[in-house]
């Protein structure tokens, strides 16, 4: 079984311990029928990105699509990261340019 973190890093550090430095906290929440299970919604955008037919992935068992949401939410949280490297390039390259 993988780690919790797919052994994902940012800079060494295992990256669900690290915030993304620019992101927005918006506020958004999804209700839950009951605690500690997925939101419909995320558990849908994570059969859609795993490939899934809802029919495919009602046969999945639970440990399958535990393992599919949690790639999704990895997926995501790397995303921001890679966006705050790159807004944090382009800010310091803006920098530099105003230097010269």
Do not use: C
């Amino acid at each position: 079984m993988p780690s919790s973190d797919f052994g994902v890093s940012r800079n060494g550090q295992p990256i669900h311990d690290l915030p993304a430095g620019s992101s927005i906290h918006t506020g958004i929440g999804f209700r839950v029928q009951l605690r500690g299970l997925v939101s419909w919604f995320e558990e849908f955008d994570a059969m859609v990105e795993a490939r899934h037919t809802p029919e495919s992935w009602e046969r999945l068992k639970p440990p399958e699509k535990a393992d599919a949401v949690a790639r999704y939410r990895l997926k995501r949280v790397i995303m921001l990261h890679e966006n705050d490297a790159l807004e944090s390039y382009l800010r310091r390259k803006a920098l530099r340019a105003r230097k010269r």
